[in-house]
């Protein structure tokens, strides 16, 4: 046998070494295994990713693709009962492989696709891929990683959500789209970020000490959303989706269609999105409805596989209501809230509108990035982009200024990178980069009001520097990163006569990380990262002033914050003792020194409209440490099932206390059944990957906080239970997946500590979402 | 080429630095800003009117409120009238009259720690409902204590009670609540 696949091999290279490279003549062939009994599997699908033109190994496990073009490849196999595999490939040349494929139940994380490993070495990495993105089109990048260890959305109502991930968000999370550190008006808890999932085939999570290729304040922790390349296969190729939600009453439409030829490759990705009135098992959510249309287009162009040009345009757009109920006045206003079952304002009526107080916002971007190969072992990467943020919040105000928003900031941010990565010797690779991103944010003076953030220029330039080898089974990786950041600031002042405060204020920022993996035995796996990084205080802590709605609370900055110091540990370790078995437990600790927060004031302060408590920007000491436990199994080929555990602890050294607003733990679970067989339901119809899954999310009380340091005790535990099932019809060639999804399957009333609407008002009842998914 | 590059990146930012200055805000005036509430209450049987006042002239933050209160007579009744003003505006702008053109979303109420003080509407909105810009003051026993004055945005006027001056059930959101002492002799 072994003899007869070689003599193939050798019949087929002979037979192609003459093709020419320009036309779209290649193919790739092969045969798949079993990566655990190594015998091959028979019938498994093969395609060159997302596309609907799949192909079947045949019995002995061979396949064959063809009318492929020269170019890198993604080449993606799924079969029943074990992991889809995804294979980067660079063809020039007619190709053989062979594939192992591995059963379902080995853990999650290791499909994380092998090139991008090498990056992260040592880091812990969650990834969200394409089909779990395309089940969830619906939900905001939030909701999309909420499930995965360690990771809790905070929200502001239903529609508005932000991630937080080991304790850290806002300022301290780095989410890079497509690359580009996201710019915007991160600092605000009621800020989502303004990215699409849908144009993106891979949300990458990470979680480690420190992550020095990336720019932006990052004490750990990153996420990145990132479309892949367009494949390289002739013909248009799409995919529509549409998902209506009955919580909400709520539409989504996704497009996406793309087209590969050798002169250019392109793609283009959208989104639209309306949401009415949510409502909670007793009454609904008035003004909670949601607008978003987005698009996304991908150019993609090579010469002579030496120079790669990438173009990603994006355009974000939405509008956001907030509950009415939850937009009050002062202090008394929100006892009186607190003892409301019912918000204020709650109308029997479900409606589409959406009145002040809302959000519109916009974000735009657009990205160049060439990519140069100096020699086969060495590669330039430039790249340069400009972001356009755009947010007007409203509240409600008196005489028809509604229409007038209460906050108006314009950002617009430049970023260009440029890095050179080298490979040489025994697996040495080395990166070199550096990274300017200059910020121009601008209040627009048509609110007349205060600005809550003064306007402001901010340079930033970074320079950083890997370094990672691999000796048989131990990776190691070193990094080391700087940072200067210039802040011009133009402040009004807050007493009178108003005068123009001008503040200046260089930092210099660094961090390091050092990550080593070891390999222990065939089923275990152990990686320990180290990292110390430094912050500078961002502009909201530094110069914020004025009277956050939601919360009643007046926010006020400290010009004299220092810098942030953060030293993070993470310990991993993974057992996969069995195909059917494996668990993975991260532990981390993470020590500040002048942490920033929000602190509340002793006195209230007085004001016409009543008395507001105060919170100040300060500085403490702090540890903020965890664990996060996952295990998956697999009983037979059809049951599979996955549990995850997270805890967080967050204590403040200084004044001998809790944290404030940290996650609360959480225990995740899911069972899954999958029908082995097709069922066919007319002539040349099939009914197939039938597969019924039950989960429950356990939220545990915030019991890690004192009296005083919120305005209401944190809500009880909670668990929810969702179910959905789904299965894909295939009528001749055409695919229509389908799948019905009940989210809060018992209808059960609850609220949680990181919402910050959890004064006022229950969190969504019982929704049903319906989805269909047609492939092109 | 590769160190030209850096340099070149490195000179662009560097430049970058020195030659931008951030554009001077527009400092515009505050809309909406209620900076001054004065309470004046002119006793039936005749004398001089009395002034209660709650001045905060530059917003929230800054210099604290000036409060002043009063000595009001026993057993007398006042005619009241609010007056809002924004002093920040040269003239001072008279936001009264913006509460009057809305003066079916707006209501005050007015509570004392002295219990035989009673505050009474003497004027009403288009649908019936009161205001409380105008309103008469009934003094019983000499005491001391203080009034609450609240201004309420988009109240449920038509909630129990809400009519005769029970804050309680009324909702909305509080534009304005000024406690200022009282004498009664």
Known sequence: MFNKKLLLLFIFSLIFFESSAQDCTLSIRGQVFDEVSKMPLSFVTLSVQQSTRNRMANDKGYFYLDSLCVGEYQLSCTYLGYQSKIISLDIRQDTFINIQLTPTSIALKTVVVEAKKEAFVGQSTTSIDRKNIEDNSNKNLSGLLENETGVYSIKNGSGISKPIVHGLYGNRLTILNNGIAQSGQQWGNDHSPEIDPFAADKIILLKGASTVEYDGGNLGSVILVEPSRIQRYVGLRGQVNYLLETNGLGHNLNARLQQYSPFIAWRISGTLKKYGDKNTPDYFLNNTGLEQASLAVQLEKSWKNKLFIDFYASTFNTRLGVLRGSHIGNLTDLKQALTNQVPFFTEPNFSYQIEAPKQHVSHHLVKIKTKYFLKKNQLLELVVAGQLNDRKEFDVRRSGRIDIPALSLLQYTFNSELKYTNRWGQNWKIKLGMQNAITDNTNDAETGLLPLIPDYIQWKNGLFGTLSKTVKKIHFNLGVRYDYTYQKVVAISTTLPREIVRYNNPFHTFSSMAAIEIALAKTQAISFNTGYATRNPAINELYSSGLHQGVSGIEEGNIHLKIEKAFKNTLEYKWFPTANFSVSALAYHQYFEDYIYLNPQPELRLTIRGAFPVFEYQQTDAHIYGLDLSTQFAIGKSISGVLKYSYLRGHDIANKQPLIFMPPNRLFGSLKYAHQKNIKIAKATYLQQIEFELTNRFIFEQKNLLPEQDFAAAPPAYTLFGLKASAAIHIKKYKISCFVKIDNLFNVRYRDYLNRQRYFSDEMGRNITLGLIFKL | ?185
Request: net charge negative; glycine share 8%.
């Open chain 2, 1 to 185: 080429m590769k160190k030209n590059l850096f340099a070149a990146l490195g000179l662009t930012a560097v430049l970058f630095l020195t030659a931008c200055e951030k554009e001077e805000p527009h400092v515009h005036n505050e809309e909406e800003l209620i900076t001054t509430l004065n309470y004046t209450l002119t006793p039936t049987s005749g004398g001089n009117a009395i002034t209660l006042s709650f001045v905060d002239l530059d917003g929230d933050g800054g210099d604290a409120p000036t409060i002043t209160g009063g000595t009001l007579a026993a057993n007398e009744t006042y005619t009241g009238t609010l007056e809002l003003l924004d002093e920040t505006q040269k003239p001072a702008e008279n936001i009264t009259t913006e509460i009057a053109e809305e003066d079916d979303e707006h209501q005050f109420f007015f509570q004392s720690s002295i219990s035989d003080l009673t505050v009474a509407y003497t004027d009403q909105d288009a649908d019936g409902n009161p205001v409380g810009l105008s309103n008469t003051l009934t003094t019983g026993a000499a005491a001391t204590g203080s009034i609450t004055i609240t201004l309420r945005h988009e109240p449920s006027k038509s909630a129990t009670n809400v009519s005769t001056g029970d804050i309680t059930n009324a909702g909305g959101e509080t534009d304005i609540e000024v406690v200022i002492p009282i004498d009664v002799q």
